[in-house]
């Protein structure tokens, strides 16, 4: 089937044609077709190619302005525009994983159906050509769209929790920002990768940045109401604690704060754990104690 993108069409056109110019492939990949299959807008648009990313790059760059920066070990380039928009493209790849949690070791694969299989969940191992006889064609070697549909978070494989933990919290994020559930295999091997104690095997720093992307989310309480099922908010602090007054906190910002003011005097230990520079740990302990003392 064809899925036409809802968004960002002239940019698309321009990526496609110079796509096409260098004798490439070009798909937008993950999260933006998943959010067109589900008839919304994207902001995270992700593109894949055949081949090295950077003839496409540079012209965007000429054509937008901006800069760009390579990730060699990734295969990866992000494009960052003058007008702050970020962008970013890779080259179809295979992952493997030398233990659980380690960052992956990335090779060129041959095809946009293989570079899928890396993927977390179904619902984001989905492509749309952007170029060529085949343009907008929806790669869906999956099932991806039968599960959106159907509101389920589906791992692509047993070992995928296990490989990179952080998938536990993506997908608690995902069930949160559209209402779906697990499936019940994904749910058996999310609690069974708790369990084995894997996402304790993440950097403070991953850590952070999940959390971070789940209290940045409009409502963040089912995703944390999930995680606290599954026992996997001790990962990020035995004391871990929130309450429905979190919402009314606008920003990711303040709801760390408040979220430090909820867990009382292990909230400073919590802060410490985030791994931010002195200066945000210092602004994020203040806005904590304003909190707790009726003030913020």
């Given at each position: 089937m064809n899925l036409r993108p809802l968004n960002d069409?002239?940019?698309?056109?321009?990526?496609?044609?110079?796509?096409?110019?260098?004798?490439l492939e070009l798909y937008a990949v993950g999260g933006c077709a998943r959010?067109?299959?589900?008839?919304?807008?994207?902001?995270?648009?992700?593109?894949?190619?055949?081949?090295?990313?950077?003839?496409?790059?540079?012209?965007?760059e000429k054509e937008y302005g901006g800069r760009h920066q390579k990730f060699a070990p990734f295969l990866t380039?992000?494009?960052?525009?003058?007008?702050?928009?970020?962008?970013?493209?890779?080259?179809?790849?295979?992952?493997?994983?030398?233990?659980p949690a380690a960052l992956p070791a990335v090779s060129p694969a041959a095809s946009a159906a293989e570079d899928l299989k890396r993927r977390d969940f179904t619902c984001n191992a989905m492509a749309v050509r952007l170029n060529g006889?085949?343009?907008?064609?929806?790669?869906?070697?999956?099932?991806?769209?039968?599960?959106?549909?159907?509101?389920?978070?589906?791992?692509?494989?047993?070992?995928?929790?296990?490989?990179?933990?952080?998938?536990?919290?993506r997908a608690a994020r995902f069930c949160g920002r559209f209402g779906w559930q697990l499936e019940a295999g994904t749910l058996e091997l999310a609690h069974a990768a708790v369990r084995s104690g894997f996402p304790g095997l993440l950097s403070r720093?991953?850590?952070?940045?999940?959390?971070?992307?789940?209290?940045?989310?409009?409502?963040?309480l089912p995703a944390l109401e999930l995680l606290k099922g599954l026992g996997a908010l001790t990962f990020i602090h035995p004391a871990f604690?929130?309450?429905s007054a979190l919402t009314g906190y606008g920003t990711s910002t303040e709801r760390l704060a408040a979220i430090a003011a909820f867990m009382g005097p292990a909230g400073a230990e919590f802060i410490a754990g985030l791994?931010?520079?002195?200066?945000?740990?210092?602004?994020?302990?203040?806005?904590?104690?304003?909190?707790?003392?009726?003030r913020g």
């Open positions: 069409l002239p940019l698309l056109e321009k990526a496609a044609g110079l796509a096409s110019a260098a004798g959010d067109w299959a589900m008839g919304r807008q994207s902001e995270d648009i992700d593109f894949l190619l055949s081949g090295d990313p950077l003839p496409v790059v540079e012209g965007l380039i992000r494009f960052f525009s003058t007008a702050g928009r970020r962008l970013d493209f890779a080259r179809f790849r295979s992952e493997t994983y030398s233990k006889p085949e343009a907008y064609r929806l790669i869906d070697p999956y099932k991806g769209l039968e599960d959106i549909k159907a509101g389920l978070v589906r791992a692509l494989h047993k070992k995928s929790f296990e490989d990179d933990p952080t998938r536990v919290f720093e991953r850590l952070r940045n999940e959390l971070v992307k789940i209290l940045a989310e409009k409502d963040p604690a929130f309450g791994r931010l520079s002195g200066r945000e740990a210092c602004s994020l302990a203040e806005r904590a104690g304003k909190i707790k003392g009726g």
